[in-house]
């Protein structure tokens, strides 16, 4: 069966320090892969998402960047982290027309 | 673990009775549809999706209900357990495949809570 993992479950980080959270996913090959922010008490917002290795898409504009180097891996990064970075990020794994899957997320506060 | 729910409407139910969580659509086009349940602290759990050819699906002490002439989709929880408070989130397909993924929208979520 297929798993996603996420880790660190729960990360602080003080304003202008870099950032990155790892998500893996096992059983599947070439999923689609996914990056969500949620803010407290809201829906999910779409951040990144890949179709493959290296192949990265963008939703808004922000202060974060992602990468896929392997098939089932996909990272979240930040240079310099913001005050507004604070949030839940979810990594979510599908195929086209199927349900998402998600991991269990990264509570992420700012100092 | 993340305070999910903070401002969002709640239900609130008396353990054993049917629950209905109602969502909202914005696109006509959408043509796939996912309910997920999310508890405090981890990621949405899938529960059950329907297709926008079909205008009921049942699982196993829940059922979706899609009416596309008001973009409205409903989910019904049979005889409601403290197990299934949690938040609830409904998720929209953006008509069909853009460059081999699919594009979900979720709405702001519903907090069931489910009182002996």
């Known amino acids: 069966s297929q798993t996603i993992h996420q880790w660190p479950a729960t990360l602080v980080q003080p304003v202008g320090s870099p950032l990155s959270l790892e998500c893996t996913v096992e059983g599947t090959s070439n999923p689609n892969l996914y990056w969500y922010r949620q803010a407290a008490g809201r829906g999910l917002q779409l951040l990144f998402y890949s179709v493959g290795i290296g192949q990265i898409s963008s939703e808004v504009p922000q202060n974060l960047s992602a990468s896929r180097p392997q098939d089932r891996q996909f990272i979240l990064s930040s240079k310099k982290l913001l005050l507004s970075d604070s949030g839940f990020y979810l990594c979510a794994w599908g195929s086209p027309n199927q349900p998402q899957h998600f991991g269990d997320g990264t509570r992420l506060s700012i100092l | 673990g993340e305070n999910v729910g903070l401002h969002l409407p709640t239900l609130s139910v008396q353990e054993g009775d049917n629950s209905i969580i109602n969502c909202a659509y914005s696109n006509s086009a959408s043509d796939y549809f996912i309910w997920y349940k999310q508890e405090s602290g981890k990621g949405p759990q899938f529960i059950i999706d329907?297709?926008?050819?079909?205008d009921k699906r049942q699982g196993q002490r829940v059922t979706v209900l899609l009416n596309k002439t008001v973009k409205h989709l409903s989910l019904q929880i049979a005889a409601t357990q403290p197990g299934d408070s949690a938040v609830y989130f409904c998720a929209e397909n953006l008509g069909g495949i853009s460059g081999g993924y699919n594009k979900l929208i979720f709405g702001a979520g519903t907090r069931l809570a489910v009182h002996p």
């Open positions: 329907i297709r926008s050819n079909m």
